[in-house]
């Protein structure tokens, strides 16, 4: 399942960052985009092995209030969802 996902990363873009994040009624600035690209890019391995608290304090430290309540509701209900396939 990793390397499908790994696969998938690689390909993603900002384009698709924000039309998920608009899909989910969650608009995001151009610094967040990049911030989500960076973290997406660079870190979803150490996220999906469950190292994720450093990312979520870094998000929390840079978005702001309400998108970042939005997107940890969306990340823990595709957490929840997901994990046993991981």
Do not use: P, R, W
């Not at 998920?20 to 660079?42: D, G, R, Y």
């Not at 469950?50 to 595709?78: P, R």
């Amino acid at each position: 399942m990793n390397y499908i996902i790994g696969k998938y990363i690689e390909n993603i873009s900002i384009t698709n960052i924000n039309q998920f994040a608009q899909k989910n009624n969650i608009f995001l600035t151009e610094n967040e985009q990049n911030i989500f690209l960076n973290l997406i890019k660079n870190h979803y391995q150490d996220i999906l092995q469950g190292n994720d608290k450093k990312y979520i304090a870094y998000l929390q430290n840079n978005l702001n209030e309400e998108t970042f309540k939005k997107v940890m509701e969306l990340y823990n209900l595709y957490k929840g969802k997901y994990q046993s396939y991981l």
